[in-house]
């Protein structure tokens, strides 16, 4: 695919009109390219030389931070190791897998827990309706607190622990707040990775692909990015052009009625 290929592909169609590219339950011009997308995407193990170009990959990531989050919290990072030497370091952190040392870029997924409060400030900040709706202003400032606040030794959780279970019984089913560091872990790692799958999908969109891997030595490959405890790896993705033998299985999933129940 050439250059201009895959800046073309940057811009939104435009050869029909806008009210006819909106999908409805009974036009959906998208469905066919998504399911294509869907369908040919593979976990790549062998990549081409071909590089990935800087604006494929920065649309790709735009498009990764587009997915749904909690309250817009968005803790998500992306780093992209450009580096000679790094790249080198983070191949073998990797395990020396086939899918991180011949892809063209290697991407470190990180989930943050401790900008929740800084991001929540930062959406008030910059807010696109003015002035900012005082329910708005209100659940940022005092039911996202509400909903992470610990304190010293956990503290703040028995007492939120109590007020839960009071207003449960008053008023009915209520959302879990986060109790622990492993519910806010939890909270954060979920979010990251539907970005992950976005950027994946992405990817495949552009003509690219990707291998998420999961066997890293995590403590070396924070030392290496200078990531510390509230840093925590979701995936590494390693994205390329795939190679004619970079898919090493035929794909294969378990019958649908085997995970899918009505109730």
Known sequence: MSQDDHTARLSPQKSLPKAEQVATPKHTPQLEAFTQVV????????????PIPDEVLRDCLR???????SSNLQPWEFYVI???????????????QNGAKTAARLIAVVARTDIWHEHAKQILREYPDRPVPKKVEDYY???????????????????????????RQIKGPMKSPYYTFEDVKNWATNNTALAAENLMLALRAHGFDSCPMGGVDEPALKRLLGLGDDHHLVMMIGAGERADNGIYNSQFRFDYEQHVKHV
């Open 141 to 167: 400032t005092k039911v996202v607190t509400l909903d992470f606040i610990r304190g010293p030794a956990n503290v703040a959780s028995v007492a939120k622990w109590g007020l839960t279970q009071a207003v």
């Open 82 to 96: 450009d580096s000679p030497d790094k790249r080198k370091k983070a191949d073998r952190i990797c395990m020396n």
């Open 63 to 69: 498009l990764a931070m587009l997915a749904p989050n």
């Open 39 to 50: 369908e040919s995407r593979r976990s790549v193990r062998r990549f081409t030389d071909t």
